[in-house]
């Protein structure tokens, strides 16, 4: 609530698209969305253990921002933005091709948790920002690999009937 009215003001004066951030990982280096990995299988999500995750006071506030745009009447211009590292299990401060399965993963079970469990709409989904840089704004990632990941995501969101999410990267 307390970004309510900033963004009423961006969206007053023509702001497009609107960019909602969340990060991971917290200050001190854990994991908000999964502090150890939900199983050994990185094509199955396990609900019961990333349920609770998604639904923590950090990402209750990224989902609140989602829902008071959707009221606003802009859920195709709204790009769900993972910044920061990924968890340590999964290599931390960057993403080896033995871990892309796993940040699909990730990825993809936050965009389903936001618009099947909490019914949220959004239009476009950036997994990673600066995923060239220096590990703190994103994980790196080499070129290949995230060409890669990317495709997996894009076939994941498909399987998940989330077709029409546009990817948005490389940032």
Partial sequence: GELEPALDLLLAGGSNPFRVIVEPLDQQGSTDAEPTNDNSDPFLVNWCTVTPNYS????????????????????ERLVLSFMGPVPQWMGGSGVSAAMLD????????????????????????SPGNEIDW?????????????????RKLAERLDAYGLSDVRLVGPE
């Fill in 56 to 75: 923590n006071p950090k990402f209750e506030e990224f989902w609140q921002t989602i829902a008071y745009l959707n009221e606003l009447g802009i859920p």
């Fill in 102 to 125: 796993e940040w699909v993963e990730l990825i993809a079970s936050a965009a389903y948790y936001g618009r099947v469990k909490r019914g949220l709409s959004f239009g476009m989904l």
């Fill in 134 to 150: 220096d590990a703190i704004e994103g994980p790196q990632i080499y070129a290949t690999n995230y060409a890669t990941g990317l």
